[in-house]
């Protein structure tokens, strides 16, 4: 398929600069008319050209898609392009906004091309995806793919008003949605001896809450109401959002995320499926 594409002009370079044969040949943004719209838009923004990854872009783009989990997605991070830019952008919208959920990095991370090796210390990712606005308070979801083993206690992805009122998750421990000052809302994940994976923790209604590993149930099915509405902030990746604070920091090394609308069992199977193939591609599975 990519046979002719041992010198090409670089993508966002200009003046016709020839770039130098590589494994991975480049293909500027005029060559990718077959590509789904998401992927045109993304790779656009952050300038990706190693075709590997603009094809993977574009089959993750198109599965989503195809299986109509797009439109359940509020904001799609796959950290791909190996560096801090590319990996700020949100697939859904984007655009270099606020508005748009592209990522605001601070503190220490290592941006590289398996992911976000987030420092443990002090490095976080503000979303600016508001949990109260920004989705419907009977049901969402989030989503993790970590490729570390070690579980630990950390906050992967967090908001938490420090009155019992939380949206996290945590590979290999716990996905909570709920108020912990009335025992409302919760799913433990089963008891993990590695945090490695793609996990999903959804919430589908006001009384039921699951969470997957690797497109495979992998928790209780909680039916605890819970009315309680989301905290009125955003959502960090990489630490806790203590009420605006970041806390207890992650140090493992993320290589997808995702916010949204809540998924069923079977979306959660088929999301696992598309984000396998997704990381297959570019060869950093675990």
Not at 273 to 282: K, S, Y
Request: with cysteine; hydrophobic share 35%.
């Amino acid at each position: 398929m990519f046979a002719g594409f041992t010198q090409r002009l670089n993508f966002g370079m200009g003046g016709g600069t020839v770039s130098v044969p590589s494994a991975f040949p480049t293909r500027p943004i005029g060559q990718l008319g077959n590509f789904n719209t998401y992927a045109i838009n993304f790779i656009a923004a952050t300038g990706i050209t190693a075709s590997d990854q603009q094809s993977a872009i574009n089959q993750l783009s198109y599965d989503l898609v195809n299986t109509g989990l797009m439109d359940k997605m509020v904001a799609i991070y796959p950290f791909v392009g190996g560096n801090a830019t590319a990996h700020s952008f949100n697939l859904k919208d984007p655009r270099d906004a606020n508005a748009a959920f592209r990522l605001t990095f601070n503190g220490g991370m290592t941006h590289s091309s398996t992911g976000i090796q987030f420092g443990g210390v002090n490095g976080y990712a503000i979303t600016y995806v508001n949990g109260l606005s920004n989705l419907p308070q009977t049901n969402m979801h989030l989503s993790v793919y970590s490729r570390t083993i070690t579980v630990g206690t950390q906050y992967e992805i967090s908001l938490d008003n420090n009155s019992g009122q939380f949206q996290q998750l945590r590979p290999g421990s716990s996905f909570f949605s709920g108020n912990a000052t009335t025992n409302q809302g919760g799913t433990l994940f089963t008891t993990n001896v590695t945090a490695q994976g793609y996990w999903v923790g959804s919430k589908t209604n006001t009384s039921t809450r699951f969470g997957f590993r690797n497109g495979v149930l992998n928790s209780a099915v909680t039916t605890i109401t819970d009315a309680t509405l989301s905290p009125n902030l955003q959502f960090f990746i990489g630490a806790r959002n203590s009420n605006g604070t970041p806390s207890t920091y992650s140090a493992k090394e993320l290589a997808f995320v995702t916010i949204g609308l809540g998924l069923s069992q079977a979306e959660c199977a088929t999301l696992s499926t598309i984000v396998a193939t997704f990381q297959t591609t570019l060869g950093r599975n675990v």
